[in-house]
Each structure stands twice: as structure tokens, then as C-alpha cells.
């Protein structure tokens, strides 16, 4: 059990002393309710956000959010900016799987419909959208790959598998400025040549849901979600194979060479690299472009999810609400001590969360901030929240970015016999396919915190406010 002093600041906020640890440099913050606090403060994962604000050119705090577990170097649910002069990048602070991400659409079907052809649906859906370590028809070859890995999101409309209002409706428009596809091995990308369109493993899956409560009108309205009980389906998925090898190579090279690398005095998980460096600009280079083929992952699975629901429903129209990254070190500028930084901000299981005031003028959002999506577990609600004015400053706008696992994946395959898991999940009304029993027991509801609990806890630390309300009907599991 990690030792340190800790205070609760006020409702929902809590803070690790920086004096806990002599090598930190900044306090760490976490953002939870006394109830999640109570298992949070057991966990490895505290040390970890102690840890990480150990790190050089730390920017006010290391955060961490309701959902927080432990994790590779970084906690699940870390958040920490860093000075893009003179501080760090850390690929340890993005993890294997960069931008694992989620995207949420509206289908205009009657939710009657769907109901009444959920088994259809769902087993139409698990055989259209490869999954576990499955690979899709799509094969390209590298020449494609590399041109994937430069345009994102551009290259999935030039190549018919989006629409221009879905670019518009995704983080960054599908496209990180800065990828270079050289930056990226040859072994990466031939892991990701067949699996463009593929859902993955363990936590990913895909769910058809229903607006179970709108608890904003006015912000659900301006996101196109039309009222209770309009169909949606939320992806959660990310870069795949590719994504992994990226984060491998450069942790490898990062503990066996000197040149721009600064080792963690705790933890060699956080060994990390100036972001002047060359090899923090191989980096930086390297992970935007694994974000994109993670933004085209999920587009390519959207367009699956189009011919699906345009087979079985002739007409239906399938409008993407939102596509947002939860695994990435992104540049921004965000005001510290009066005056506007450059910064580069890690988001390890947590997302981003842009009030109006910080989106463009003239971006699609820019009313009242973009979409912030919180998938829950198979058994409960996910969320559709939105950024809070004033969370700049006590997050760098950003969230959680789903329920956040209480025990670990071992636990829940001892504990959770897959025949159960699937019999409760259908006398709720929930139609599960998965690709094997383990995955079952591994993300068994009970597996997960309380995901109301977790958006009470960021609303109630003034990060983000409810919008809507989603609730599982059919569920794809990799």
C-alpha cells in the first residue's frame, strides 16, 4: 500500500501533498467521490499518479479521474501536461494502445424494430466488424498503409468508407498534424495491414443501445440525439496491432539508448524523452500516426455498421455523433498562470473535454463543446457528457473516459462463470455475442465500478455536465 499524505480540497477533489515524496514536483490530484475514493486509496495506482509527478516539466498537477486504475507507467485514467519546451514525452503516459477511442452514431430506426430483431442484428454485427484477433477483408498494402497513416480520416472519405459530415464530427477531424509514416517500423505496419476495420480484444467491443434518459435537451439536440429511446451504437476500439508495435519499438529503444531519454527514479515503465529530442519527435511523429489508423479503425467500422443496418432496415440513415481519442500525448495551448502555453497533454484512459469557450469559432461544437463519451460496462448505462467551462484549469479539459476496472481481469475470470454472465445479461434484456467464454468472465459487469457513480463524481468536480443517458440492447465482444 503506497504511503502518502492526502486531504480532500473539497467535494470531489482530492490532493496527494507534494511533500508525500521529495522527488515530486507538483501535487497529485484526484477526482472522485468519497465512495470510489475509499477503494481508489488501495489501490497500485495512486503511487502511480505520485509517480508521474515526479516526471520534468510537469505542468500544476498530475490528475487522475474516478475511473483511475493501474496501469502501464501511468495510472488508467491519468492526466498530466507537460511544458513542450523543455519537458517530457512519455510513451508510457499514451500506452499500447493508441487511441483507443470511441465513436457513438444515431440510427434513425424505430426502436421497436430493433428490439424485435436484436439476435439478428447483433450476429449480423459480430460477423461485419471482425474481432478478436481476427483480421478483415481489407487487406492493403504498405503503399496504402502509409498513406492511411498520413491522412487519417481523409483517407477513409477518399476512399468510400466515410462521409464529410462524419470528419467533421470526429476529434481533430480524423487527422493528427505531424504523423509521419517513416516513423513507423515496417513490423507495425504489417500488423496493421490486415486489421484496418477489426474490433480487437478484451475491453473493445460494439453495442447497440437506447436513449434511456436525456438529461440536457438543448446540448442533445445540438449533438443530433433526438430524444428518449432513439437507437444508437457505440464503438470502443483503437489502433489495433499497430498501435502496440508503435508503443513497443519505442519503449525498447527508449530503455537501451541515452540520447534524449530521461530515466524515472521509481518506475522504468515512465522512462521518457525530452519532446525536443530527435527520438521525442520520432515519437510524436510516430504515435500521431498510429492515431490515425486508430480514428480510421473505428470510421471503416462505422461504415460496416452503415451496411448492416441498410441490409436489414432498406433506408436507414446512420449519422456519426462523435469520434474521440482516450489513449494520446496531444499538443495544445491551455492558459497557466495568466498567460497561454504550449503544452503537450497526456490522456491515458481519460478524454478530452473542451467546453464552448475552448472549441473554434465555427467548429461544429463550438456551441456548447464537443461530445465526451463513457461507456459503462455490457450490463449498465453508457454516457454522453459534455466539458464544463472552467475545467481548463482543474484538468486541462479532460474526463474519464468509461466505468474503470475495480479488480483485475484474472479476478473476474476466477470469479465470474461466463454461462451466468450470459444468462443475467439476457434476462435484462440483453443479447450478448462474443468470440469465446473467457472474454465473458474477464468483462463481466461486475468487473467494473458503478459507471453513475463515476459521471456523479466528474460532475461533481465541475469537469463535465450529463447530457444523455444509453443503455445496451445488443452487445459484440472481441
Not at 504489417?190 to 480484444?201: E, W
Not at 519503449?251 to 537501451?256: K, L
Not at 443479447?431 to 468472465?441: D, E, I
Request: hydrophobic share 35%; aromatic share 6%.
Amino acid at each position: 500500500m503506497p504511503e502518502f499524505k492526502i486531504r480532500q480540497k473539497e467535494p470531489f477533489v482530492y490532493e496527494i501533498d507534494q511533500s508525500s515524496d521529495p522527488r515530486m514536483k507538483v501535487p497529485g490530484i484526484i477526482y472522485s467521490s468519497d465512495k470510489l475514493m475509499e477503494q481508489i486509496s488501495h489501490d497500485q495506482s495512486v503511487q502511480q499518479v505520485m509517480n508521474v509527478a515526479m516526471l520534468p516539466g510537469i505542468v500544476r498537477a498530475s490528475y487522475a479521474m474516478p475511473d483511475i486504475h493501474w496501469g502501464y507507467g501511468f495510472p488508467i485514467g491519468g492526466v498530466a501536461a507537460f511544458d513542450f519546451d523543455g519537458g517530457v514525452v512519455s510513451p508510457g503516459g499514451v500506452g499500447y494502445d493508441i487511441n483507443c477511442g470511441v465513436s457513438l452514431v444515431r440510427v434513425n430506426v424505430p426502436l421497436s424494430d430493433v428490439k424485435s430483431r436484436i439476435r439478428e442484428l447483433t450476429n449480423l454485427l459480430f460477423s461485419a466488424v471482425p474481432s478478436g484477433i481476427g483480421s478483415t477483408k481489407l487487406h492493403l498494402n504498405e503503399s496504402q498503409v502509409d498513406d492511411l497513416l498520413l491522412n487519417g480520416s481523409t483517407w477513409a472519405l477518399e476512399n468510400g468508407f466515410a462521409e464529410p459530415s462524419d470528419l467533421v464530427s470526429t476529434e481533430e477531424h480524423g487527422r493528427l498534424p505531424g504523423a509521419d509514416p517513416k516513423k513507423v517500423s515496417k513490423e507495425a505496419k504489417k500488423r496493421g495491414a490486415k486489421q484496418v476495420g477489426t474490433l480487437g480484444a478484451g475491453n473493445h467491443f460494439l453495442e447497440v443501445q437506447r436513449i434511456d434518459k436525456i438529461l440536457d435537451a438543448n446540448v442533445a439536440k445540438e449533438f443530433g440525439i433526438s430524444g428518449e429511446n432513439t437507437v444508437t451504437v457505440m464503438i470502443h476500439t483503437g489502433s489495433r496491432g499497430l498501435g502496440h508495435q508503435v508503443a513497443t519499438d519505442y519503449i525498447h529503444t527508449i530503455n537501451n539508448e541515452e540520447s534524449g531519454v530521461v530515466e524515472h527514479p521509481v518506475d522504468r515503465q515512465l522512462n521518457s524523452i525530452m519532446v525536443d529530442s530527435k527520438l521525442g519527435m520520432d515519437y510524436i511523429a510516430a504515435m500521431n500516426a498510429a492515431a490515425n489508423f486508430g480514428f480510421v479503425n473505428r470510421q471503416i467500422i462505422v461504415n460496416s455498421i452503415r451496411e448492416v443496418f441498410g441490409k436489414l432496415f432498406p433506408g436507414t440513415n446512420v449519422e456519426l455523433i462523435y469520434s474521440l481519442a482516450h489513449n494520446i500525448a496531444k499538443v495544445e495551448e491551455h492558459h497557466v498562470d495568466g498567460s497561454k502555453r504550449k503544452l503537450i497533454v497526456h490522456r491515458k484512459g481519460a478524454t478530452r473535454a473542451f467546453a464552448s469557450d475552448e472549441m473554434p469559432e465555427g467548429d461544429r461544437f463550438s456551441k456548447f463543446g464537443h461530445p465526451v463519451l463513457i461507456p459503462g460496462d455490457m450490463g449498465s448505462a453508457s454516457y454522453v457528457l459534455v466539458g464544463m467551462s472552467g475545467n481548463e484549469e482543474r484538468s486541462f479539459s479532460s474526463s474519464c473516459h468509461g466505468a474503470g476496472r475495480k479488480i483485475s481481469r484474472k479476478k473476474s475470470l476466477a470469479e465470474f462463470d461466463s454461462d451466468k454472465v450470459v444468462s443475467t445479461l439476457e434476462k435484462s434484456g440483453i443479447y450478448l455475442r462474443a468470440q469465446n467464454k473467457n472474454v465473458v468472465s474477464e468483462e463481466a459487469p461486475g468487473s467494473y465500478k458503478d459507471v453513475d457513480e463515476v459521471v456523479e463524481a466528474v460532475t461533481g468536480a465541475k469537469l463535465t455536465l450529463p447530457v444523455a443517458r444509453m443503455v445496451p440492447m445488443g452487445v459484440v465482444k472481441g
